[in-house]
């Protein structure tokens, strides 16, 4: 069984034996997520944004994890070093690790949360404090 029947199966269950509304889906971004919620009418294209499909009488908005999706963010930019901003100007993963290298060497840090584990995530790369500074 495929995505979207599988979801639209769930969505009946849910409402009609246990009489629970589904008001919202979070996931990954995922490829057959996408399929799936491109099947059901979203769309993800930036011309024509659409992030809700119809479910019987109801609508159902579709959420991407925004904590999976700065994570995602966080690993390209750390694997492809630089990044551009919308007034191409480049961004350097090398300042943060600059930053880094001048907090350990002065022993304080300027007043944010940076230390050698957001430099060096790979080994806890599913930690979400660590692609956003958290504490």
Not at 96 to 120: A, D, M, R
């Amino acid at each position: 069984m495929n995505h979207n029947k599988l979801l639209k199966s769930a969505l009946y269950l849910l409402k009609e034996t246990r009489r629970v509304e589904v008001v919202s889906l979070k996931f990954d971004d995922h490829k057959s997520n996408i399929a799936m919620c491109e099947i059901l009418g979203c769309s993800f294209d930036p011309d024509n944004f659409k992030t809700s499909f119809t479910y019987e009488d109801y609508t159902i908005p579709v959420v991407l994890d925004p904590c999976h999706l700065i994570k995602l963010v966080r690993n390209a930019f750390e694997a492809y070093r630089e990044f551009k901003d919308l007034d191409g100007n480049f961004i350097s993963w090398n300042l943060i690790e600059q930053l880094h290298f001048i907090h350990e060497k002065e022993g304080f840090h300027h007043s944010n949360k940076l230390t050698k584990e957001h430099i060096h995530f790979n080994n806890k790369i599913m930690r979400v404090k660590l692609a956003t500074l958290g504490g």
